[in-house]
């Protein structure tokens, strides 16, 4: 969630853009500028304050890679391409390779096992 300040600030300064399919609001500053004469951009995140939950072409717009908003153009699709997800470390949702302790701990033999050395 974010914090009064920015809030007050966004309501104050900032215009919406955009609103991405996981809830994230996008703006852009009416009159600010930043360092190198382009208006501020930012996000309010839509639950947890989580980066990674900005999906690719948001992330370039925010980044000033582009300055085509994601919803004036068509998003490309190619066979290939999977869908976006956050960063699911710490989850329930968060992958455990086999043999993870928190998957049960025993994992299958290896090639690089080894048999320890006994005097």
């Known amino acids: 969630m974010a914090t009064i300040g920015t809030l007050l600030y966004t309501f104050l300064h900032g215009k919406a ?6 809830g994230n609001t996008y703006y852009v500053a009416r009159r600010e500028k930043n360092a190198t004469g382009q208006n501020k951009r930012w996000v309010i ?6 980066a990674s939950k900005v ?9 000033y890679t582009t ?3 994601p919803t004036d153009r068509p998003r490309l699709t190619y066979s290939w391409l999977k869908e ?3 960063n699911l470390t710490g989850t ?4 455990l390779p086999p043999g993870h302790m928190s998957s049960g701990g025993e994992r299958a033999a290896s090639v690089a096992d080894y048999q320890a050395w006994k005097p």
Do not use: N, R, S
């Not at 999906?55 to 980044?63: Q, Y």
């Not at 329930?92 to 992958?95: D, I, L, M, V």
């Open 45 to 50: 995140y839509k639950g947890t304050v989580e």
């Open 92 to 95: 329930k949702q968060a992958y």
């Open 67 to 69: 300055d085509i908003l």
């Open 55 to 63: 999906p690719a072409e948001w992330h370039g717009w925010l980044h």
């Open 84 to 86: 976006h997800k956050p």
């Open 17 to 22: 853009v955009g609103v991405d399919k996981y």
